[in-house]
């Protein structure tokens, strides 16, 4: 793209500096991975290390049990998201194609769920999971997670963008709503649902908040908990192991995400959401 | 027996009546043809055969059944979409073929079926192909085949024409015809396009504001108009309406005298204020005129030239349509016409004086 007047110049130093505020975090977690604890408390700013060293990582692929984080992560991530493209397919299919009494205001309610806070639900959600004996299970983190509203609020938009006589075509010859939804919606807006599932499965990935509150015994810890073991409250944190595992367990969303990006913001652009 | 009858049918979405106290009744393996401008109803009438709109009061009949609860599913019917609704993510062949599979029709029937039907609409050697690599043209068959294949008793069209440019919209109108007569389906045909329907229809239904103003085949349609409204919405250029006055015996039109047939001198009396409807076409020069006006504008149109007059004494405006061969006087001219052509309409409520009630439902199929 070529930069024709200083007004656009103006805009792209405004967002080179946006940009390099998003990504200094990651630089930084990056570069102290590959640092010695003497490097990480050098009172000098310095974003790359001196001499680069893999000690902290052949530490945790050696004392940690890796595999068995990635297995819990892996499983807890990919049934909350399977959970939630599942229903959110269906109420978004409900809300576009049936006609019922109360359906904007049901809608306009589910809309309100965004906008509730975790800290709100975490009590009530909490007692519940404990009640069902759920708590230090990977039941306990998945069963709170299988809707969301803003899952169901993207289906709805990206089905409303069908063409009416298509689904219109689908009732005359007499499909059921079932077939009308797997064989002309579903495939219609496939890159829709990819998106939204990749969305889901990174924030399920990385979510450490709720999963803190159920799993207590390490071997059931997720790859956000296992981040903390290195990080403690008096002093004393390993920051160049934890740096390394943060590393690891970014890596599979990151790369998740640079692969399906197109779908992402095709997705949020339909619906109007700015990522 | 698959006939189609309205009875007192009304739509309307809140307050806002779309279409009001619809009577009508369309014969079995009839081609009809719903004409009206934009918002008169006539989408949402073949909406509501089809069972995509619910009927707010009345009864809607179709093969002797009431079906105002029906699903669409089940009321077998055809239908071709204005934007041809083709699923972008199948085949050609997919999208004829999708309902048959779902009618659980053996996969050999499908096939014959299929075959023959795009071999009639000429779309042999596309099956292949996704909608999003056809023409318009293309597009709008193979949404006449995927009607074609089901072999419905009834066929709706929602302005299958509309995206089409003028030359394959005539290349079209002969193929619906011959797809009509193939197994005679009941035909209802939506259009804006009076050409359309004028060619493709055996009657006519013609809407307006929700209400249906006549119901006849073209000819009638054509040469005795319902009401002002029907005279003035067919007919390119439209039907002249002057405004006429019978007084002492006589008829006044621009302040000229002219003398109706004795035929005309009961119904004049009983509407002494009245539009006379007079064709352009069957307006021509004459020794001895019956009006006369003032040459505004000469339109040329190949074979024929429209004539726009401004009559004296009121100023009211006469279209005169004359070949194009013939001499054309500069500045004023004379015109005359036959009574056997003019049609007379009340001067109130617009209805034609000559027909007793105002829809007329001949049926000459």
Known sequence: MKINSYRDWYWHILLLFAVVIQLWPLLFMLSTSFKTMDQIFLSTLNPLPAKPVIDNYLYVLKNLPLIQYIVNTLLIASSITLAKIITSILAGFAFVYYDFSHKEKLFNTLLLTFFIPITVVMMPNYLFISKLGLLNTPWGVILPQLADGMGIFLMRQSMRNIPKPLLEAGRLENASPWVILTRIILPLIKPSVIAMGIVFFINSWNDYFWPLLILHDKPTYTLPLALQMFISAEGGSEWGIAMAVAMLTALPPLLLYLTCQRFIMNTFMQSGVKG | ?365
């Open chain 2, 1 to 365: 027996m698959n006939g189609i009858i309205f009875e007192n049918v009304c739509k309307s979405y809140g307050e806002t009546a779309v279409v009001k106290d619809l009577n009508m009744t369309i014969q079995e393996g009839e081609r009809l043809i719903l004409l009206g401008p934009s918002g008169c109803g006539k989408t949402t009438t073949l909406r509501m055969v089809a069972g995509l709109e619910n009927i707010t009061a009345g009864t809607l009949k179709m093969g002797g059944q009431v079906v105002n609860t029906v699903e669409p599913g089940a009321r077998n019917i055809a239908m071709v979409f204005q934007n041809y609704a083709l699923y972008p993510h199948m085949t050609i062949w997919e999208n004829i073929t999708f309902g048959l599979f779902i009618q659980k029709i053996p996969i050999e029937e499908i096939k014959a079926r299929t075959e023959q039907a795009l071999e009639i609409l000429n779309l042999s050697g596309y099956e292949q192909r996704k909608p999003n690599e056809l023409s318009g043209g293309q597009k709008q068959r193979v949404a006449l085949c995927r009607s074609l294949v089901k072999q419905a008793p009834y066929f709706l069209l929602d302005e299958p024409l509309s995206n089409l440019d003028a030359q394959l919209r005539l290349q079209a109108r002969t193929e619906l015809v011959k797809i009509h007569n193939l197994y005679r389906p009941t035909f209802i045909y939506v259009t804006h396009d009076q050409v359309e329907a004028m060619t493709v229809g055996q009657r006519i239904a013609i809407m307006n504001q929700g209400a249906l103003q006549q119901l006849d085949t073209p000819d009638v349609i054509y040469q005795h108009p319902a009401n002002t409204f029907v005279a003035s919405f067919i007919g390119s250029p439209p039907m002249n309406l002057l405004q006429g006055a019978f007084r002492d015996g006589a008829l006044w039109i621009a302040g000229c005298r002219v003398n109706p047939p004795t035929k005309w001198h009961t119904l004049l009396a009983e509407h002494q204020e009245l539009w006379i409807g007079i064709r352009p076409e069957q307006c021509c020069l004459s020794d001895a005129p019956m009006l006369h006006g003032q040459i505004e504008f000469v339109e040329h149109l190949g074979s024929q030239r429209c004539i726009h007059l401004r009559l004296h004494q009121d100023g009211q405006r006469l279209l005169c349509m004359l070949p194009a061969d013939q001499p054309i006087p500069t500045g004023t001219m004379g015109v005359s016409f036959s009574w056997q052509h003019v049609n007379g309409f009340d001067g109130h409520v617009g209805q034609n004086i000559e027909l007793p009630n105002r829809i007329s439902h001949n049926y000459a199929c």
